[in-house]
Each structure stands twice: as C-alpha cells, then as structure tokens.
C-alpha cells in the first residue's frame, strides 16, 4: 500500500509540475484518469513513431515503471502493426505484463506471440517467460495445485522444445520445484485422512507419494507415515517392510530414527550406510 502511494504522489507531483497544468482542478478521482493524463503527457515527450515509442517502452522498463511501458508496447500494436517494430512489442508488453504480476494477461500476449511467429528468434524465451507465469502463481501446498500442475505442464515443454538451452536448464529445475510442491499437497492430504482416522485413504496417499514422488524430500516422513498406520491397524509385517525401506535408502534420517523408535526391536537397522533406490527396495518387497 505504501509503494502504491508513494507511486501515486510521484506521479502527481508530476502532473502538477507541468506548465500551465490545472488537470487536478477537474479529475474525477478515478485511475483511469491518471491513466490517460499519464500517456498524455508521456506522448507530449516521446514522439509517436514505432522507434519512438519503442524507445519510450524500454526506459520504462528500465526505469521499473511496467504498467506505462506496457502502454507504449501496445500502442505500437495498435498505432503500427505492420512496423518492424510490432512484432517486438508484443513480447515487450508481455514482459512487462509479467514484472507487473499480471500473469493472465501475460499469458494471454504470449500465446498470441507464439500463435502468430512460431519461427521468431526469441520463440524459446516466450514460451519460457509464458512457464514463468505459471510457475509465479504456485500457491502454498494447502491449496488447489491446478496451477502447479499447469506450470510443469508448461515448463515441460519448454525442455522438449529447446532442450539445450538456458532456458531448459532453468526449467528442469523449476520442475522438481514444483514437483516437490505438488508432493507436499499429497502429503498434507495423507496427514489429514490420518488424523481423521480414515486409514485406508492415508494408505492410499502415502503410497502414491512414495511411487509418483520418489526424487521429492517428501518420501522419508510418507514412509514413517505408513509404518505408523500399519502399526495401528495391528499390521506389525507390513509395519517392519516399510520401516525396512526406510532404513534402507534413508538411514540417517529422523523418520526412520522415528519409526525405529516405534518397533522398537522388530525392525533392524539398514544393513548398508549408503542409501539404495526407493523403487527397488519398494517394489521387492511390496
């Protein structure tokens, strides 16, 4: 709230420091006045062709003032759509959608950038700034993951497309990020079937956390999770196995220090201090 109205003041100031300016006289008091009053007095400094107002776009920009930058982009768009200039604008104003969190719009220029020039030298940037706007709105583990699951979909394609670039190597990262992210939703739901007592579908998450998420952080406490359930519904054999594929890929962890603790003597520690892959230890058993 603060920046907006320092921005604002800014701004005013601005206005009020033009010659002659008596504007505050009759504004209306809405943003869209400011708005149009702001490219007014932008236009009267910056002339109105496609270098102009391109070169009026990237000082805003540099200057961190996206929402006007956006302005200039779009209006070479609309003022100049057959210009040389046009086709760099539509990425411009995307970024600068994007720096000013406006992801949808953001997504939206994007997909219209790559619909129209698949063959643009920056073609592996856009879609990578279009994974980008996914990824930014991934929200905490405790809600819907719809958005997660878009953003891997997105990053995904980004490695498929232009697996050898920067951009690739960045996104794979992203991936297990969100993967992780993703984990960590199956996690809290298994939590919550636990302490609702409803055994069979904590089981049930718990174990798909340990066969879809198994590169994720995630995996230790899933298995600690399922000894415990199995302990409680008296399943002691299934209880030893898991603690035994705890052990095994995870020996110095404090879940399986946990769930040692547990069965007390009926699990033994792992035989190997390094640990092995957790779906072959899984799979053999299970």
């Not at 010659?19 to 505050?24: A, H, I, K, M």
């Not at 609702?196 to 579908?201: D, E, K, P, V």
Request: proline share 4%.
């Amino acid at each position: 709230m603060i920046r907006r109205v320092s921005s604002l003041l800014v701004l005013c100031l601005g206005l009020a420091a033009l010659p002659g300016c008596s504007w505050f006289d009759n504004w209306d008091g809405k943003q869209s006045s400011l708005d149009a009053e702001r490219r007014q007095a932008a236009n009267a400094t910056f002339d109105n062709t496609p270098e102009g107002l391109y070169a009026a776009g990237v000082e805003a920009l540099q200057a961190r003032r996206f929402a006007p930058a956006a302005d200039y982009f779009d209006q070479i768009e609309r003022d100049h759509p057959y210009s040389t200039w046009a086709t760099n604008a539509k990425l411009m104003a995307a970024f600068a959608e994007y720096q000013r969190n406006r992801y949808t719009e953001a997504i939206g220029a994007l997909d219209r950038f790559i619909q129209l020039h698949p063959a643009h030298r920056d073609i592996a940037y856009a879609f990578y700034l279009r994974a980008l706007c996914y990824y930014e709105q991934i929200a905490d583990a405790q809600r819907d993951q719809r958005t997660t699951e878009q953003a891997m979909a997105a990053l995904q394609d980004v490695v498929n497309r232009f697996p050898d670039t920067a951009y690739a190597r960045d996104a794979r990262l992203k991936i297990d990020l969100a993967r992780d992210h993703l984990a960590g939703k199956e996690m809290n739901i298994g939590r919550f079937y636990q302490r609702q007592r409803l055994y069979a579908a904590a089981i049930g998450r718990f174990r798909k956390m340990v066969e879809d998420y198994q590169t994720t952080n995630h995996v230790p406490e899933a298995l600690h999770r399922l000894t415990e359930i199995y302990l409680t519904l008296g399943l002691v054999e299934e209880a030893k196995k898991t603690a035994s594929v705890l052990g095994h890929n995870f020996p110095g962890s404090p879940w399986y220090q946990d769930s040692y603790a547990l069965l007390v003597a009926g699990a033994p520690p792992a035989a190997e201090d390094r640990p092995g892959l957790v779906t072959r230890a899984w799979n053999w058993i299970f």
